[in-house]
Each structure stands twice: as structure tokens, then as C-alpha cells.
């Protein structure tokens, strides 16, 4: 017997969708404000304060013209009793006497006056016999004529103290032209501009020790001073040769300190290139210079010992370090701090708007205290933000180098080295 020939068997209710079935029960509503009531309410605030803002900035008397202004009469003015009785002009002066000189007595029986005079009229006409004033003049003027000729002159050009040779007479045709040129006020051309005082330009831009650099840049000898010098190994890597390398630790110019590089290509010798002197991987020490001036973007090092990766070393005499380009320094990144010089000038500008706004504008007597509280307050905020302005301009830029980035070491001084090979290698063990 089938389940469909069963009379009247109930049936199983139907499943219900995944969806319908609920896991949780319902949050509870959440309570919510008013949109449109904060909408007014937010903007009856921004009402009230540009309201406040527009009648601040209004000018004193606009703000005053509803108020009724104190009248003072001038029409009578009382004086006192003294400034009645003066005269109102002067005319009305009363003539002065000039006064009389004082008259002198009889001369006391111990003045010398008379015989003093005297004696000065007879010692003015003594002069000796053969005495003339006018050829003794003029043989004074010929000596001292004389002394200027045969002297030296002395005179400072750019910093520096220079000697003209006294003038020598030259029949052959005009004397030549010497640096005493320079000293003549009405000298034409750029011998004049030598002898003029040194302006805060000229000392900046360092023009006399650029003349100074011409002229001692020739020589009249026409053969070197230095002899040939034999090599003193033929292990050597002579002046001239740079070498490359990367900096293993950063550099930060706030505080001066030291500097490490690696070498990342093998240095050879300069005579033949066969025989490796420096192995890549060996270490530089250095330092670099953490006086920066305004202005300045690259950081100044200087290398002073090298050590290979046996733990042989050897002293460098202060190399210049230079970029991949050959320029001194190293250019990385530079901050200016202008930063602090920005909040301090927008700080001292907030500090002084708030004083300004603190006191009235009708300067009463009942608002003298809070006037003179105000400027008061005033003062110590420009003398603040002024110091505080000068001080972070003072403030040297902070220089930075990466560590990875590329350095050169320019050898200015031959290097004596060995061939090289580790000192210490293990045959068997360590020995």
C-alpha cells in the first residue's frame, strides 16, 4: 500500500527560504536629531559670529554715532590772576637798559704785565747775522722733498699690504705706470677702483683676494722647481686617481662627526694595472664638516684612513671627498627650517591681533588701565616674535646624506701599498 492511497494523512509543513529565517533579534532604534533644526541651528551660529566679525572691523566712529557726544564750551575761559597782569605782546615790554662794564682799579704794585711784553717785543726783533726765514724755509721743503723721494710708500689694497718702489727718472720716454696709479683720485679706468674704500660688497664678493689670486699666479722663471722623482715602488697608486666608493652610514651636519665609506671597485696599480692594490670591499674612515653656512647645499668631508679587508691599514692624509662628477662635497638633501620660521611669524601675528582686540578703542579714563595693558602686551609681542623670528633665521640649514650614496676619493699624494693578499687564510686551520 502506497503512501498515496493513505486516506487523510497529513502533510509536513513546508521549508522555509534561508534568507527569511532571522539569526538575531532586531536593534533598537536608534534616536536621531532633528536635520532641519540643526540646520538653523548651525546656521543662527555662523550668523551670530559674522555679525560679531563685521562690527568689529567697523570703524569707531560709525560704532559711536549712536551715542551722544559730550559738548564742552570754550566761549568763556577763566585765567588766573598772574597771566592777566603780563603783556600781550611785545610791544608792551619795557625798555632795558644796557648794562655798564665794570671798571678797573689802579694796577697792584706786583704785576708783571708791562715788563713781560717787553721782553717778548725785544726777543722778536733778535735774529742772527746772515740769517734769512725764507731760505731756511725753502731748504726744509727741499729735505723733506728728498726723504719722500728716497722712502717707500705703503698702501692697502683688498686686505693686503702692498710696497711701491720709489719712482725712478726714465729718459727714454714717460715713466712706466705702477700700482701707485691706482692711488690717484682722478684716475680713470679700473686702476682707480683699487684704492677705494671697501664697501660690505666688495668684501663679500671677495674681489681683492681675486685680483691677489692674478697676480701671484705668474711666475717669470721659465723652468720648473720640482726635479723628476723615480718611483719608490712599483706598487704605488699615484696622485690623481680616484676612487670609487659608497657611503655606509648617513650623514646629518646638525652635529659634527665621523663617516663611513666602502670601496666598490677595485683599485690597481697606476704603472701597470695588473697587481690589485685595494680590493673592493675595503673600509674608509672620514669626517665631515658640520659648520654650514647660508646657503650651502653640500656637505664637506674629508677621508684620513683606510683599511683593508685583512685588517692592514693605512694612513690617508686627509682626502677630499667629491661626487660621481668630481665636485666637492656631497649634494643630498638640505632642510631650511622654514617650518619654525613660519609658525613663529604666524604665532607673533595671532598674539598681536589678540592684543589689538583685547581693549576698546575710545581711550577714556575709565579704560586707561586696559590701553595701557593692551600696549604693553602689544610690545612684548614684537619684541617676542622678533627674537623668535631672528633666532630661527639664525639657524643654519641642516645638510643630509643618505647612506648608498655614491662617493669619489680623489688621491692627491702617491700611495705606497702592497700587492695584495689576505694575511690571514686558513690551510688546513687557522694559523
Given at each position: 500500500?502506497s503512501?498515496?492511497?493513505?486516506?487523510?494523512?497529513?502533510?509536513?509543513?513546508?521549508?522555509?527560504?534561508?534568507?527569511?529565517?532571522?539569526?538575531?533579534?532586531q536593534?533598537?532604534?536608534?534616536?536621531?536629531l532633528?536635520?532641519?533644526?540643526?540646520?538653523?541651528?548651525?546656521?543662527?551660529?555662523?550668523?551670530?559670529?559674522?555679525?560679531?566679525?563685521?562690527?568689529?572691523?567697523?570703524?569707531?566712529?560709525?560704532?559711536?554715532?549712536?551715542?551722544?557726544?559730550?559738548?564742552?564750551?570754550?566761549?568763556?575761559?577763566?585765567?588766573?590772576?598772574?597771566?592777566a597782569?603780563?603783556?600781550?605782546?611785545?610791544?608792551?615790554?619795557?625798555?632795558?637798559?644796557?648794562?655798564l662794564?665794570?671798571?678797573?682799579?689802579?694796577?697792584?704794585?706786583?704785576?708783571l704785565?708791562?715788563?713781560?711784553?717787553?721782553?717778548?717785543?725785544?726777543?722778536?726783533?733778535?735774529?742772527?747775522?746772515?740769517?734769512?726765514?725764507?731760505?731756511?724755509?725753502?731748504?726744509?721743503?727741499?729735505?723733506?722733498?728728498?726723504?719722500a723721494?728716497?722712502?717707500?710708500?705703503?698702501?692697502?689694497?683688498?686686505?693686503?699690504?702692498?710696497?711701491?718702489?720709489?719712482?725712478?727718472?726714465?729718459l727714454?720716454?714717460?715713466?712706466?705706470?705702477?700700482?701707485?696709479?691706482?692711488?690717484d683720485?682722478?684716475?680713470a679706468?679700473?686702476?682707480s677702483?683699487?684704492?677705494?674704500?671697501?664697501?660690505?660688497?666688495?668684501?663679500?664678493?671677495?674681489?681683492?683676494?681675486?685680483?691677489?689670486?692674478?697676480?701671484?699666479?705668474?711666475?717669470?722663471?721659465?723652468?720648473?722647481?720640482?726635479n723628476?722623482?723615480?718611483p719608490?715602488?712599483?706598487?704605488?697608486?699615484?696622485a690623481?686617481?680616484?676612487?670609487a666608493?659608497?657611503?655606509?652610514?648617513?650623514?646629518?651636519?646638525?652635529?659634527?662627526?665621523?663617516?663611513?665609506?666602502t670601496?666598490?671597485?677595485?683599485?690597481?696599480?697606476?704603472?701597470?694595472?695588473h697587481?690589485?692594490?685595494?680590493?673592493?670591499?675595503?673600509?674608509?674612515?672620514?669626517?665631515?664638516?658640520?659648520?654650514?653656512?647660508?646657503?650651502?647645499?653640500?656637505?664637506?668631508?674629508?677621508?684620513?684612513?683606510?683599511?683593508?679587508?685583512?685588517?692592514?691599514s693605512?694612513?690617508?692624509?686627509?682626502?677630499?671627498?667629491?661626487?660621481?662628477?668630481?665636485?666637492?662635497?656631497?649634494?643630498?638633501?638640505?632642510?631650511?627650517?622654514?617650518?619654525?620660521?613660519?609658525?613663529?611669524?604666524?604665532?607673533?601675528?595671532?598674539?598681536?591681533?589678540?592684543?589689538?582686540?583685547?581693549?576698546?578703542?575710545?581711550?577714556?579714563?575709565?579704560?586707561?588701565?586696559?590701553?595701557?595693558?593692551?600696549?604693553?602686551?602689544?610690545?612684548?609681542?614684537?619684541?617676542?616674535?622678533?627674537?623668535?623670528?631672528?633666532?630661527n633665521?639664525?639657524?643654519?640649514?641642516?645638510?643630509?646624506?643618505?647612506?648608498?650614496?655614491?662617493?669619489?676619493i680623489i688621491?692627491?699624494?702617491?700611495?705606497?701599498?702592497?700587492?695584495?693578499?689576505?694575511?690571514?687564510?686558513?690551510?688546513?686551520?687557522?694559523?
Amino acid at each position: 500500500m502506497s503512501q498515496d492511497d493513505s486516506p487523510d494523512m497529513p502533510r509536513a509543513a513546508p521549508k522555509l527560504a534561508p534568507e527569511q529565517v532571522a539569526l538575531r533579534a532586531q536593534p533598537r532604534p536608534v534616536t536621531r536629531l532633528n536635520r532641519r533644526m540643526l540646520a538653523i541651528l548651525v546656521g543662527s551660529v555662523a550668523t551670530a559670529v559674522l555679525g560679531a566679525t563685521l562690527w568689529s572691523l567697523q570703524a569707531p566712529q560709525r560704532r559711536d554715532a549712536g551715542e551722544s557726544a559730550e559738548l564742552y564750551n570754550v566761549d568763556r575761559v577763566s585765567r588766573s590772576e598772574g597771566l592777566a597782569q603780563l603783556p600781550t605782546d611785545y610791544s608792551q615790554l619795557p625798555p632795558t637798559v644796557p648794562s655798564l662794564p665794570p671798571e678797573l682799579g689802579e694796577p697792584l704794585p706786583g704785576d708783571l704785565g708791562a715788563p713781560i711784553l717787553r721782553a717778548e717785543q725785544r726777543a722778536q726783533d733778535y735774529s742772527q747775522p746772515g740769517y734769512d726765514p725764507a731760505e731756511a724755509e725753502r731748504l726744509a721743503r727741499l729735505k723733506e722733498a728728498e726723504e719722500a723721494a728716497a722712502s717707500s710708500v705703503f698702501f692697502s689694497t683688498g686686505g693686503q699690504r702692498v710696497t711701491v718702489a720709489p719712482p725712478t727718472q726714465n729718459l727714454a720716454g714717460p715713466p712706466p705706470l705702477t700700482g701707485l696709479a691706482g692711488f690717484d683720485p682722478l684716475a680713470a679706468g679700473p686702476a682707480s677702483t683699487a684704492a677705494q674704500p671697501a664697501d660690505p660688497t666688495a668684501v663679500q664678493n671677495r674681489q681683492g683676494q681675486k685680483e691677489a689670486f692674478l697676480s701671484n699666479a705668474g711666475s717669470t722663471q721659465t723652468r720648473n722647481s720640482g726635479n723628476l722623482q723615480l718611483p719608490a715602488s712599483p706598487y704605488q697608486v699615484m696622485a690623481g686617481t680616484v676612487i670609487a666608493g659608497a657611503l655606509v652610514t648617513g650623514i646629518k651636519s646638525d652635529l659634527p662627526g665621523d663617516v663611513i665609506a666602502t670601496v666598490t671597485e677595485p683599485v690597481y696599480d697606476t704603472a701597470t694595472g695588473h697587481h690589485l692594490l685595494i680590493p673592493q670591499g675595503s673600509r674608509i674612515l672620514g669626517r665631515y664638516n658640520s659648520q654650514v653656512s647660508y646657503g650651502q647645499t653640500r656637505v664637506q668631508m674629508v677621508w684620513h684612513r683606510l683599511i683593508l679587508p685583512d685588517t692592514s691599514s693605512s694612513q690617508l692624509d686627509n682626502l677630499v671627498g667629491t661626487d660621481p662628477a668630481g665636485y666637492a662635497g656631497l649634494e643630498d638633501g638640505v632642510d631650511w627650517h622654514w617650518d619654525r620660521v613660519f609658525a613663529g611669524a604666524v604665532l607673533t601675528t595671532l598674539l598681536g591681533v589678540g592684543a589689538e582686540l583685547a581693549a576698546p578703542e575710545n581711550r577714556q579714563d575709565g579704560d586707561r588701565v586696559i590701553v595701557a595693558g593692551r600696549d604693553s602686551v602689544q610690545d612684548s609681542v614684537n619684541q617676542i616674535g622678533q627674537e623668535m623670528t631672528r633666532r630661527n633665521m639664525n639657524i643654519q640649514p641642516t645638510l643630509t646624506a643618505r647612506p648608498g650614496l655614491p662617493v669619489r676619493i680623489i688621491v692627491n699624494r702617491d700611495l705606497v701599498l702592497r700587492p695584495y693578499q689576505p694575511l690571514f687564510f686558513q690551510r688546513g686551520s687557522l694559523q
